[in-house]
Structure formats: C-alpha cells, structure tokens
C-alpha cells in the first residue's frame, strides 16, 4: 500500500524495497498509479473502484476508516493520511486490525475527517460484511494482493509503476 499514495508513499520505505520503486520526484523511474488514476477521474476521464484484498493482513481497520470517510466525502484525504510513512506504522505497528485501538486510529485521521464520527463508524461493524465481500469479489476477479489494478479488463497485478499502464490506460480512453 506504501506505493499507491498520491505523492507516492514513502519515499525511504519505496527505495529500499526495490531500486525501480524510486520515485521520479527523487531521482528514479518510479510513477505512482493511484495519483496518475485520481487525476483521469478528477477530470472527469475515468472512474476509480476501490476493492478490499488483504494483502498483508492489518488493513482491515484501515480499510474501514476509508469507507467511513466517504460517508464525510473524505476519502481521499484519509486515504492520503494512511498511505503516508506514519499511516503505515500505525496501521501495522499500532493499530494491527485491534477493535480497540480504533481511537488511535480515528485520532491520527482527524486532520482529514471528523474523527468522533470515525470512531463511531469504525466501532458499528457497520462495514465488516463489505469486507468480507470486497475480498469475495477480489478473489473472483483473480486479484491475489495489493496493490492491484484494472485498465478496463487489463489486470496490474502487483506494484507496477503507471508508465507500465500508460499504454493501456491511453487505448482505454480512445
């Protein structure tokens, strides 16, 4: 999840991955999709579908946090916030998928939603059958982990930089 974030993630973490997750802003060849992917939808060009796959098994609480968030019309601050060097730390050194940890989680989020109306929501339940049916769909989709993306039927299936879908996304909006 570190390398979708707008900006790119982490830039630390995505250099000692793996040399090609460099960004171009620092130098690499690196190019986040999911930036690239909200700039087509902002301008009207294509649609974004976000669909749970727990890929490395403490995503859950934060995957609820970004549903929650929608209610706000949030999203995309929250999601920035957890895709974020300190968003990834408390979501798999802190928070863990821990119920009761969930004002932590809303707290660290209250820059970019209510957080009293977070906590409320991530405390409900109300989204734990959307998750179990996000990965229900993810899974007969064929989408084994994160991140994953489709070009219309074309799946991305791991951490492909968006110069690896440029060609793919271009014939979809011709």
């Known amino acids: 999840q570190w390398l979708s974030q707008n900006s790119g993630g982490d830039p630390e ?5 793996w040399q090609r997750f460099t960004l171009v802003s620092d ?33 859950e609480m934060a995957q609820k946090a970004m549903y929650c968030a929608y209610e ?13 060097a300190n968003g990834y730390n408390l979501i798999n050194n ?11 989680l ?18 409900s339940g109300k989204y734990d059958d959307r998750i179990a049916a996000d990965m229900e769909l993810a899974k007969s989709l064929g989408i084994g982990g994160t ?17 690896e879908m440029e060609s793919a996304v271009a014939e979809a909006l011709k």
């Open 72 to 84: 706000q019309n949030k999203y995309w601050g929250v999601h920035d916030l957890l895709m974020s």
């Open 27 to 59: 130098g690499g060849t690196y190019v986040a999709p999911v930036g690239e992917m909200k700039k087509l939808v902002d301008s009207g060009q294509a649609s974004y579908v976000y669909i749970y796959q727990n890929g490395h098994g403490a995503g």
């Open 106 to 123: 809303a707290d660290f989020l209250k820059p970019a939603a209510d957080s009293g109306k977070l906590k409320s929501c991530l405390d």
């Open 94 to 104: 802190t928070v863990k998928n821990d119920k009761a940890k969930s004002q932590e």
């Open 147 to 163: 991140p994953g993306f489709f070009v219309n039927n074309k799946n991305f299936a791991g951490a492909y930089s968006f110069k």
């Open 13 to 17: 973490k995505n250099k000692s991955q």
